[in-house]
């Protein structure tokens, strides 16, 4: 017998006792049964008909300024929310002390999914280290998101440029 022959018998003797290297069967391995994998899902974004209109409740809340002296209201900014009023698409503006309010009922959404505001007025800017918005609100400047429960009370900070 060659070398080369005598290599080859003892690679297809030894074969199957290789795998266990203990005497144990060798079984190939197998995929995974239909239903026995579960992938994690992605958050769902909220569809317009998972919307309740709400006429009692309201969003409402300050926008200020941090200064040494503690919050110091910002008069006239321009306040969006997408949900708010019946017909949707509300503008609000800050009055001198800061406030706004949308008073026409909001739609609320079961699941708790955050609405996006758009808080903006010129010479004011986002402070750092907002949160990121849940997809698929808008991540730009001036947004920020807030559950709406209820009367609701959201406050929003700007810094002066």
């Known amino acids: 017998m060659t070398h080369r022959a005598l290599t080859a018998f003892l690679l297809l003797a030894l074969t199957p006792t290789l795998p266990g290297c203990n005497g144990d069967s060798y079984s190939a391995p197998t995929a995974p049964s239909p239903g026995s994998v579960t992938f994690p899902l ?3 974004p909220p569809s317009p008909a998972s919307y309740t209109w709400s006429p009692a409740n309201s969003l409402s809340g300050l926008v200020y300024e941090q200064t040494a002296d503690g919050r110091r209201p910002i008069e006239g900014v321009d306040v969006y929310c ?15 002390n800061g406030l706004y309010r949308f008073t026409d ?21 986002d402070p750092a280290g907002l949160p990121r918005p849940t997809p698929p609100n808008p991540a730009s400047a001036g947004w920020r998101e807030v559950v709406i429960i209820g009367d609701t009370r959201f406050d929003v900070e700007l810094v002066r440029q």
Do not use: L
Request: glycine share 8%; net charge positive.
């Open 42 to 44: 992605a958050p769902r």
């Open 82 to 96: 997408e949900p708010c009023g019946k017909e949707t698409h509300t503008w609000a503006t800050t009055d001198a």
């Open 105 to 125: 009922g909001v739609w609320t959404d079961p699941t708790n999914f955050p609405t996006r505001v758009s808080v903006t007025k010129n010479g004011f800017r």
